[in-house]
C-alpha cells in the first residue's frame, strides 16, 4: 500500500482524481481518501508540523504500514527560490537543529526525476520571511511527518516530494488557492509515476558491507549526522552498481583515509558523495 500524507487539500486534490481515490466514510479526525483495492491511501493533515506528526501517526497505525510492502509519500508545497519539483534527501528541524535523512535506495530517473533534483528542505514552525539559503527549501511538515513515520516506517520507505510555491512570506501572502492548485496540477503526473515505480520497487533492499560502512565510518571519525549520511552514501553505491570499496581503498592510497578530525572527516565524506553522485 503506498500511504500519502498532504498537508492542504488543494494538494491533495491533485492526486484524488487521477488515482481514483473515494473519501472514506469511517468516524475519523481527517480527511481520509481510499483506493476502491485499498492499494492507497491519504490523508489531509493541515498545515503545521504538529498537524503532520499526528495525522501521519494515525494514518499508519490505522492501516497497519508493512516494512516489506509499503511506502509513505509527502507531496506538498514549500517555499524556494527556483521552480520545480524536488526529491528530498534531507530534513531540518529548525526549531532544534536535528537533521534526518530519507534514504534514496530506488532509481527515480525513470519517473522524470534526476540527482539535479535532490534538495534539502529546513522545516519552520511559521511561514519564512526570507530565503537564507537560495539551495535550501522551507516547508512545514516534512520533519513533523519524518519523526512520527520514524516509529513504523524505515527511512528507505519514505519518499518526500516538494514543489516550490513561493519565496517566502510575501509571494506566500499573495498565493491564490488557484495558483497552488496548478503548480500542484502541474507535478502530479510526475509524482503520479513515481508512485508507480515504488509499487514495482516492493522487494527487500540488498544489504551492504556492514563491516566496511563501520570501519568507514571510523576512519571519517564520523559523527551521528555524518554517519547517517555515510550509510545513505552506501546504499545508494550498491543501487546504483558502483565500487564503494574501490572508491575508500583509492582514498586510503592517496592518504585521505583515515583522517585525523572530524572535520576533515566532512571534506573527505563531502568527496565520497561527489564522486558517487
Not at 24 to 39: G, R
Not at 45 to 59: D, E, F, K, M, R
Request: contains cysteine.
Amino acid at each position: 500500500m503506498l500511504y500519502i500524507v498532504c498537508a492542504l487539500p488543494i494538494e491533495a486534490k491533485s492526486l484524488v482524481l487521477p488515482l481514483s481515490l473515494r473519501k472514506d466514510q469511517f468516524s475519523c479526525p481527517y480527511e481520509t481518501y481510499l483506493a476502491e483495492d485499498h492499494s492507497c491511501v491519504l490523508v489531509v493533515s493541515g498545515p503545521g508540523a504538529i498537524a503532520a506528526s499526528a495525522a501521519t501517526t494515525y494514518l499508519l497505525t490505522r492501516f497497519g504500514f508493512k516494512n516489506d510492502q509499503d511506502f509513505l509519500l509527502n507531496f506538498g508545497s514549500c517555499a524556494g527560490e527556483k521552480g520545480g519539483l524536488y526529491l528530498i534527501h534531507k530534513i531540518i528541524d529548525q526549531a532544534t537543529s536535528r537533521t534526518f535523512y530519507p534514504d534514496m535506495c530506488y532509481d527515480l530517473s525513470v519517473s522524470g526525476l534526476t540527482l539535479s533534483d535532490e534538495r534539502a528542505v529546513t522545516t519552520c514552525y511559521q511561514v519564512v520571511s526570507s530565503l537564507e539559503d537560495s539551495d535550501m527549501l522551507y516547508d512545514m511538515e516534512a520533519s513533523g511527518i519524518y519523526q512520527a513515520a520514524s516509529r513504523f516506517v524505515p527511512p528507505h520507505r519514505m519518499v518526500f516530494l516538494k514543489f516550490v510555491s513561493d519565496a517566502g512570506i510575501v509571494e506566500a501572502g499573495q498565493l491564490t488557492p488557484e495558483a497552488l492548485k496548478m503548480c500542484a496540477d502541474t507535478h502530479a503526473t510526475t509524482v503520479l509515476k513515481v508512485m508507480n515505480t515504488l509499487r514495482a520497487a516492493c522487494t527487500p533492499i540488498p544489504t551492504f558491507d556492514e563491516a566496511l560502512y563501520n570501519q568507514t565510518a571510523l576512519d571519517l571519525c564520523a559523527s551521528e549526522t555524518m554517519s547517517h549520511e555515510l550509510r545513505q552514501l552506501f546504499r545508494y553505491a550498491l543501487t546504483s552498481d558502483q565500487d564503494m570499496e574501490n572508491l575508500l581503498q583509492t582514498m586510503k592510497q592517496d592518504g585521505k583515509l583515515p583522517v585525523s578530525s572530524k572535520r576533515e572527516g566532512k571534506v573527505v565524506l563531502d568527496e565520497i558523495r561527489q564522486h558517487l553522485l
